[in-house]
């Protein structure tokens, strides 16, 4: 069965530079969410985006930003990364008949 | 205080033994829970929603809901090795848009 992917799955930037993950969800789910998750924390909400609106937001930072695509798929820039972004970040996918959401592998962002 | 709370463990069981997590949350309007399994540095993986008052079995895996005590639990019988993993409890928000919570997660180890 289809998953969510998330690309790319490690991004190594440096302080101050840019960096934008994709997510694509499962197909025919119409809301995706976006979540941190520092060295054994639990995943922190971000955003989230239902038909390609946004939904919710979360403790994300005025440097990050986000949108879903007409084929609902999501990008998530973050600009002017500090030491701190360094995490894993994962994207979740469920469909509002269903509330059952689903994780992609996520992407392993390390800012040096 | 956190809206979703969890004893962050290691919780040690012997292979073979009944793994006990728990789970409490603050929403008394919450209506959706789920258990996530999250192996170090993967995505977290979906085991078991529930939504009414009781018992839900699936395989090894019983999960059981207490509204009026706002209570979840997630119980593994006959434990295995594979088993130990981080184990997320996550509450549906429903207050106009859709977020998961998740508590800080639980430590399994089963030894064998």
């Known amino acids: 069965a289809a998953g969510v992917i998330q690309s790319p799955r490690h991004l190594i930037k440096e302080k101050r530079e840019t960096a934008t993950l994709k997510c694509y969800p499962i197909?025919?789910?119409?809301?995706v969410y976006w979540y941190q998750q520092g060295p054994g924390q639990d995943p922190q909400f971000l955003i989230s985006?239902?038909?390609?609106?946004?939904?919710d937001k979360g403790s994300i930072p005025d440097r990050f930003s986000a949108q879903q695509f007409s084929d609902y798929h999501s990008e998530l820039n973050m600009s002017s990364l500090e030491l701190g972004d360094s995490a894993l970040y994962f994207c979740a996918s469920s469909w509002t008949g269903n509330t059952e959401a689903f994780f992609g592998q996520g992407t392993r962002l390390t800012v040096v | 205080q956190k809206e979703v709370e969890q004893n962050s463990g290691p919780l040690s069981v012997p292979e073979g033994a009944i793994a006990s997590l728990n789970c409490t949350y603050s929403d008394r309007g919450s209506q959706s829970f789920f258990w996530y399994r999250q192996y170090s540095g993967k995505s977290p993986e979906l085991i078991m929603s529930?939504?009414?008052?009781g018992d839900k079995e699936d395989g090894r895996f019983t999960a059981q809901l207490n509204k009026a005590s706002q209570y979840v639990s997630l119980l593994i019988r006959d434990s295995q090795p594979s088993d130990s993993a981080t184990y997320l409890c996550a509450d549906l928000f429903t207050s106009g848009t859709y977020k998961y919570i998740f508590g800080t997660g639980t430590r399994l180890k089963v030894l064998a």
């Open positions: 985006f239902y038909e390609k609106m946004q939904s």
């Open positions: 529930i939504y009414s008052n």
């Open positions: 197909p025919r789910h119409d809301t």
